[in-house]
């Protein structure tokens, strides 16, 4: 045999391999990776407090747009052209859980002579807001889609929503409550302050 049949006959041969595999049912989900435990990698040790949780309902309207080149600052009228090109908005409603608190690891317990101990806490935290956001009625722009105004507006929610929970007092309302759930649980005659 000359060289160039040695090589089609090889070429054909593993073509009817694989064809004579794949006609046996062969399949491909052998070669999928199997699913292995999760990895712990970190263990802290927190004394977190949450103390306080605000609920909110809210249903508003996000609005994403691409900010023009800096040569349309120079073209009269072309910044507002390519913001109304690239608009896109949509209707959210949001159900959200803010909660704030206090981290009892860096509480601190003062010795007086002749006074009661003073349980020191430190001042409450708001952490990042849960938020859940349906995004309803997208209007796309006409130059732009913004694929992940979803996202976007669930950022803007949080930052809403922390922002109106700080207004309406949730970091007086951890404390206070943070103070309550201590006394529970120290001697009776310890003090317990936030400073």
Do not use: C
């Amino acid at each position: 045999m000359t060289r160039p049949v040695k090589i089609w006959v090889g070429a054909l041969s593993a073509v009817g391999a694989v064809a004579f595999l794949m006609g046996r049912g062969s399949s491909l989900e052998a070669l999928r990776p199997v699913p292995s435990a999760p990895i712990l990698q970190k263990v802290q040790a927190l004394g977190d407090l949450h103390s306080a949780r605000f609920t909110y309902q809210n249903v508003f309207e996000h609005a994403t747009a691409r900010q023009p080149a800096e040569w349309a600052s120079y073209v009269p009228g072309a910044a507002s052209l390519v913001r109304a090109a690239t608009r896109n908005t949509a209707l959210v409603e949001v159900s959200a859980e803010v909660e704030a608190g206090v981290d009892l690891s860096k509480a601190t317990l003062e010795h007086r002579t002749g006074q009661p101990d003073h349980l020191i806490l430190p001042r409450a935290h708001v952490y990042r807001p849960q938020v859940d956001a349906r995004v309803h009625d997208v209007r796309r722009g006409l130059l732009w889609r913004d694929e992940n105004i979803g996202l976007d507006a669930e950022r803007d929610a949080q930052i809403r929503l922390r922002q109106a929970a700080i207004r309406q007092g949730i970091e007086r309302e951890a404390e206070q409550n943070a103070v309550k759930q201590v006394l529970l649980i120290v001697p009776s005659g310890v003090v317990v302050t936030v400073k």
